[in-house]
């Protein structure tokens, strides 16, 4: 059964470091999110990504986020300067045609630590 | 007000019980509603997804939506030691565009065999 896959699983950085979490989203899905989801707390939605471009983000999104799709297959989140609130899981997910666009199915996770 | 209430447990039942878990809504444009069950340190798995109100029925889950009472839930029978997990209502607006979904904050759920 095809999955979102997602690297790396844990990923350690420093406080105003970039870093840039990867996912491989299942192939015939259009739309792609990124979520987040910090220990404890419920699952944030943090962007929707569309035909190459944001469909829609949240106010946690801000300028140092961005996405990007680099190729057919792959997606990206990148958080330019990390902060110890950016401690998190990071989830990707994927859903398939247009008129079941609400039906998402997620990564396993990226766990995100900023030391 | 938040806009999604989910008790978040521990929901303690002895295995072969009917488990039954809920969230209420504030926000009356919500016209999805899904549930997804998360084991520790994973990845939400979607178990269900029904539009608008009624009821939507798969193998022992049982989806039921009240939009008169912006109140979702989802049931379980003959529940499971394996069904013990964090379970998580998400909802989302209609229209189109990729909406995100706004979760509630997970019941966990525990079956003792």
């Known amino acids: 059964e095809p999955e979102v896959t997602q690297t790396p699983s844990h990923q350690v950085t420093q406080m105003g470091q970039e870093v840039i979490l990867r996912c491989v989203p299942i192939?015939?899905?259009?739309?792609f999110y990124w979520y987040r989801q910090i220990l404890g707390q419920k699952v944030e939605f943090l962007v929707s990504f569309y035909n190459n471009e944001i469909s829609e983000k949240s106010e946690i999104f801000d300028d140092q986020f961005s996405v990007e799709r680099p190729d057919g297959s792959n997606f990206t989140l990148k958080i330019r300067s990390t902060k110890l609130e950016d401690s998190a899981m990071y989830f990707c997910?994927?859903?398939?045609?247009?008129?079941?666009?609400?039906?998402?199915?997620f990564g396993p996770g990226t766990r995100l630590t900023v030391l | 007000q938040k806009e999604v209430e989910q008790d978040p447990g521990p929901l303690s039942v002895p295995e072969g019980a009917i488990v039954s878990l809920n969230c209420t809504y504030s926000?009356?444009?919500?016209?999805?509603f899904m549930w997804y069950r998360q084991y520790s340190r994973k990845g939400p798995e979607l178990l269900m997804y029904?539009?608008?109100?009624g009821n939507k029925e798969d193998g022992r889950f049982t989806a039921q939506v009240d939009k008169s009472s912006k109140y979702i839930s989802l049931f379980i029978r003959d529940s499971q030691p394996s069904d013990s997990a964090t379970y998580l209502c998400a909802m989302s607006h209609s229209g189109g565009g990729a909406d995100g979904l706004t979760f509630g904050k997970g019941t966990h759920l525990i079956i003792q065999p």
């Open positions: 997910a994927s859903s398939p045609a247009i008129s079941r666009h609400n039906e998402q199915f």
């Open positions: 926000n009356s444009a919500f016209q999805y």
């Open positions: 029904t539009y608008s109100s």
């Open positions: 192939s015939n899905h259009l739309y």
